[in-house]
């Protein structure tokens, strides 16, 4: 099939869940994407921060495929090595316990909203359900995480809603304070808000949560499932926090473009859910485990150190550009605010030229993959320069 012929098929046979950008993708090496058309297109995108390590990074294309022709799945009835050894390593990375996998980012906090419900009617009382979110966030889109995420958008048409949420505005100690009760089992944040805008918390709330969670008993969940696995220049941006969450969830990079996530519980709640409260077939599949063990591999300190001196080496570039007021976020997720033209006609523009990037509410959002050279970055900046002209 042609690029055309795909187009028209994916309107007539796709439910249309999406704008599409006018790009068939076709094959990819790098931070390179190359079209239906045979057109280069350089990525600023990585996925949405799922290709951590690239298109068809050779180390993980060798992970993959041994491990496709082993095995490719067996089931949660059975032991694999893959799925314990990603659980080994992200134990001990984290300090924390225990690991439960899912496949999306949406499981991942499924299963921290199911921890935190069991948790606090198991040890607060029978009425202690309630989980205070932030206005503004983004926390998946089935039915519990639309409800989770603190944006009236997501909330239109799919009432009846679930209860037991709270949404408090980011970085407003006070109004936390005031919303905890006894009834509240769990605090639950992104350290940066992604698709609410690429917005940075501060550090004195989410020390604040932090405290607050430890004074009553409640459990702090910090979704990394876009922060996380080294995008931000930390295997987990909480670190940058000086926190120690009771749950992490990630998703998005950890697979370096399989479909898993999960979460990592601490002492205080890894062993909250038992046989029969949870499950998912997928999960933890052996294939998407040894694509992350993989990435988790290569991310060391030395990988991440690089992560935030191509940061700070984009920060910079993006600065010299005229049109650019501000760059939010942190690592290799960044947020830029563009003053003349609307961000999603940026993206159009961008992409017409040959860059890839994305949007984040009114600001142009990138996440390139981790692994993106300094000529890949140079080639991108050229072509945002000239879409902004
Ligand atoms: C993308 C995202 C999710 C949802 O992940 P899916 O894999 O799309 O279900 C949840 N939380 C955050 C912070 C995200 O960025």
Same mark, same amino acid.
């Given at each position: 099939?042609?690029?055309?012929?795909?187009?028209?098929?994916?309107?007539?046979?796709?439910?249309?869940?999406?704008?599409? !950008?006018?790009?068939?993708?076709?094959?990819?090496?790098?931070?390179?994407?190359?079209?239906?058309?045979?057109?280069? !297109?350089?990525?600023?995108?990585?996925?949405?921060?799922?290709?951590?390590?690239?298109?068809?990074?050779?180390?993980?294309?060798?992970?993959?495929?041994?491990?496709?022709?082993?095995?490719? %799945?067996?089931?949660?009835?059975? !032991?694999?090595?893959?799925?314990?050894?990603?659980?080994? $390593?992200?134990?001990?990375?984290?300090?924390?316990?225990?690991?439960?996998?899912?496949?999306?980012?949406?499981?991942?906090?499924?299963?921290?909203?199911?921890?935190?419900?069991?948790?606090?009617?198991?040890?607060?009382?029978?009425?202690?359900?309630?989980?205070?979110?932030?206005?503004?966030?983004? %926390?998946?889109?089935?039915?519990?995480?639309?409800?989770?995420?603190?944006?009236?958008?997501? %909330?239109?048409?799919?009432?009846?809603?679930?209860?037991?949420?709270?949404?408090?505005?980011? &970085?407003?100690?006070?109004?936390?304070?005031?919303?905890?009760?006894?009834?509240?089992?769990?605090?639950?944040?992104?350290?940066?808000?992604?698709?609410?805008?690429?917005? &940075?918390?501060?550090?004195?709330?989410?020390?604040?949560?932090?405290?607050?969670?430890?004074?009553?008993?409640? =459990?702090?969940? $910090?979704?990394?499932?876009?922060?996380?696995?080294?995008?931000?220049?930390?295997?987990?941006?909480?670190?940058?926090?000086?926190?120690?969450?009771?749950?992490?969830?990630?998703?998005?990079?950890?697979?370096?473009?399989?479909?898993?996530?999960?979460?990592?519980?601490?002492?205080?709640?890894?062993?909250?859910?038992?046989?029969?409260? %949870?499950?998912?077939?997928?999960?933890?599949?052996?294939?998407?485990?040894?694509?992350?063990?993989?990435?988790?591999?290569? $991310?060391?300190?030395?990988?991440?150190?690089?992560?935030?001196?191509?940061?700070?080496?984009?920060?910079?570039?993006?600065?010299?550009?005229?049109?650019?007021?501000?760059?939010?976020?942190?690592?290799?997720?960044?947020?830029?605010?563009? /003053?003349?033209? /609307?961000?999603?006609?940026?993206?159009?523009?961008?992409?017409?030229?040959?860059?890839?990037?994305?949007?984040?509410?009114?600001?142009?959002?990138? =996440?390139?993959?981790?692994? $993106?050279?300094?000529?890949?970055?140079?080639?991108?900046?050229?072509?945002?320069?000239?879409? =902004?002209?």
């Amino acid at each position: 099939m042609n690029s055309s012929e795909i187009k028209k098929l994916d309107k007539e046979k796709i439910v249309s869940t999406y704008s599409r !950008y006018d790009l068939v993708a076709d094959s990819g090496k790098g931070a390179c994407c190359i079209s239906a058309d045979g057109r280069k !297109y350089i990525d600023f995108t990585a996925g949405i921060g799922v290709n951590s390590l690239g298109f068809c990074d050779d180390g993980w294309v060798e992970a993959v495929t041994s491990q496709l022709k082993k095995l490719q %799945h067996v089931s949660n009835l059975f !032991y694999t090595q893959p799925q314990v050894e990603v659980a080994d $390593i992200l134990t001990a990375r984290t300090g924390m316990k225990k690991v439960f996998f899912g496949n999306s980012g949406a499981e991942a906090n499924e299963a921290a909203i199911k921890t935190a419900r069991k948790y606090g009617t198991v040890n607060k009382g029978e009425n202690a359900n309630k989980i205070i979110t932030l206005n503004n966030s983004f %926390h998946g889109r089935t039915m519990a995480t639309i409800t989770a995420t603190g944006q009236a958008d997501y %909330h239109k048409f799919f009432t009846p809603f679930l209860g037991g949420f709270d949404y408090c505005d980011a &970085n407003d100690i006070k109004q936390l304070e005031s919303m905890v009760s006894s009834d509240t089992c769990a605090i639950m944040m992104e350290m940066i808000q992604g698709e609410g805008g690429v917005l &940075n918390l501060d550090e004195a709330f989410v020390k604040a949560a932090e405290k607050l969670c430890r004074e009553k008993d409640m =459990l702090f969940i $910090i979704d990394e499932v876009q922060t996380g696995i080294g995008r931000s220049g930390k295997l987990f941006a909480y670190e940058y926090f000086g926190v120690k969450p009771d749950i992490v969830t990630f998703a998005k990079g950890i697979g370096g473009g399989l479909p898993i996530g999960g979460a990592v519980f601490s002492e205080k709640c890894c062993d909250v859910l038992e046989p029969g409260n %949870h499950g998912t077939t997928y999960g933890g599949n052996p294939v998407a485990c040894a694509g992350a063990l993989e990435v988790l591999k290569r $991310i060391d300190d030395d990988f991440l150190e690089k992560v935030a001196e191509k940061s700070q080496y984009i920060r910079e570039k993006l600065m010299e550009l005229p049109q650019v007021k501000s760059v939010s976020g942190m690592g290799l997720m960044l947020g830029v605010e563009i /003053e003349g033209k /609307e961000a999603g006609q940026v993206v159009k523009d961008a992409l017409k030229e040959g860059l890839m990037i994305l949007t984040a509410k009114d600001k142009v959002r990138m =996440l390139p993959p981790l692994t $993106i050279t300094y000529d890949e970055i140079n080639e991108g900046i050229k072509i945002l320069k000239k879409a =902004l002209a």
